[in-house]
């Protein structure tokens, strides 16, 4: 079938059975595969013929969720990872090296600032943090000659800031730089970021992609539609002497990137995941347009309760007609701004935590995305290494809580929180 709508992709596209094979995707549990002859072995590690030479930079399940994924965003290829941080690491290394320079919205999730902020300037590598309301103008001032890409969340997590994403497309263009999106929480259910011209999109599966909290995962989806060879990507185009002198824009054309990321990055880091992983992440998948759909549903009537409630200081939630970002929600998240909320109760930190520790049905995790509701502290938790400064510019209060909203009845999940908000 061509032009599958997405509900149908989620079922059926990366694996299709041949006469009499299982109707489930196999698990091919193997590091390790077969070849009759030396001269086909020496062909593979030429990338001159397809196939597997390793499960640490590819299996043959985790390729069938990766041409899944692909699809789902609009793609030409995708890299599965061990961890949505692997996947922002690899993102970033593929194309900068010691002495560049890239730019990231300051909203991003605060393990990714750390990330950036941190570990990536030990590297020789800095990243300049940036307002997402900022203006083209502004933007483009931070762009210096060494800038290699711009980075950003479809939504923000937790602050659910919404990226503009054609207005940082149009910007990273006019300076021949790719835009780079995590879009995590919205998955390609609800946006598709490079309808939008963003050039690389990632996400962690771990999330909603997953969504019953049992694998860690990441992935990369390239879009293909960058031109690498425009003079500032030399490592994409010259030859790389670590593999027999292959020219990636040359030999792989607009499958540079991604092929990049696998045979020098995944064969040299070893991120990969395992074949039951992805089996347990194509499961997720497959009911990924029903659950996206619930998800939405029910986070909408919870922010409109809260929104309403006096000791609810404030609620973010693009969903909301009263939310600033209400505007590029409706414009990129047409159907729905996922489960995920932040909001504040009067009284700060000492509230919010009396708050959270009265819930019933809510889980108290570090987790989000979940079928399951859940509840977490940013501030004290995924956030805690940050600075006040840092805290504030991701849109981070002392008394904030991330509420991920799952799949109970809408009537449960309200009476659980206001009979926590008694309590309070």
């Known amino acids: 079938m061509s032009q599958m709508k997405i509900e149908t992709k989620c079922l059926h596209e990366g694996y299709e059975p041949e006469n009499g094979e299982p109707q489930a995707m196999p698990i091919y549990q193997s590091t390790t595969y077969n070849y009759q002859s030396t001269e086909h072995i020496g062909q593979l590690f030429d990338l001159a013929v397809e196939g597997h030479m390793y499960s640490r930079i590819s299996n043959p399940t985790v390729e069938m969720v990766e041409k899944k994924i692909a699809s789902l965003e609009g793609g030409i290829g995708a890299l599965c990872t061990t961890s949505g941080q692997a996947a922002s690491l690899i993102s970033i290394l593929n194309i900068c090296s010691a002495g560049d320079h890239f730019l990231a919205v300051s909203t991003i999730y605060g393990g990714t600032i750390n990330l950036f902020g941190v570990t990536l300037k030990r590297l020789g590598i800095e990243c300049t943090f940036i307002d997402t309301n900022a203006s083209p103008e502004e933007i483009s001032a931070q762009i210096r000659p060494n800038t290699r890409l711009i980075f950003g969340e479809t939504l923000a997590n937790p602050a659910l800031t919404v990226f503009d994403i054609e207005k940082f497309a149009q910007i990273a263009h006019s300076h021949q730089i790719p835009l780079v999106v995590d879009n995590t929480f919205a998955t390609p259910i609800l946006c598709r970021p490079m309808e939008f011209g963003a050039d690389i999109v990632i996400h962690s599966t771990s999330k909603y992609m997953d969504g019953h909290a049992i694998q860690i995962g990441g992935v990369i989806v390239d879009s293909g539609n960058f031109s690498w060879d425009n003079g500032k990507f030399p490592e994409l185009v010259e030859p790389d002497e670590s593999y027999h002198g292959v020219r990636y824009t040359h030999d792989f054309g607009n499958a540079a990137y991604i092929t990049k990321a696998r045979v020098q990055l995944m064969r040299d880091f070893g991120a990969y995941p395992t074949a039951i992983n992805a089996f347990l992440l194509n499961l997720g998948l497959e009911t990924l347009p029903v659950r996206m759909e619930r998800y939405c549903k029910n986070a909408q009537i919870v922010a409109e309760f809260l929104d309403a409630n006096k000791k609810v200081e404030w609620v973010n939630y693009p969903g909301l007609a ?11 998240l047409p159907d729905g701004c996922s489960g995920v909320m932040s909001f504040s109760l009067r009284g700060g930190r000492d509230t919010a935590i009396r708050f ?7 889980s108290n995790v570090v ?44 009537d449960d999940i309200l009476d659980d929180i206001k009979q926590a908000l008694e309590k309070v």
């Open 322 to 332: 009263s939310d600033p970002y209400h505007a590029l929600a409706e414009k990129y």
């Open 356 to 362: 959270m520790d009265s819930l019933k049905l809510a």
């Open 367 to 410: 987790h989000v995305a979940d079928i399951r509701t859940c509840v977490l502290h940013p501030a004290s938790t995924t956030h805690r290494q940050l600075s006040d400064d840092q805290l504030a510019a991701a849109g981070i209060t002392p008394g904030m809580i991330r509420l991920s909203v799952g799949l109970e009845h809408v």
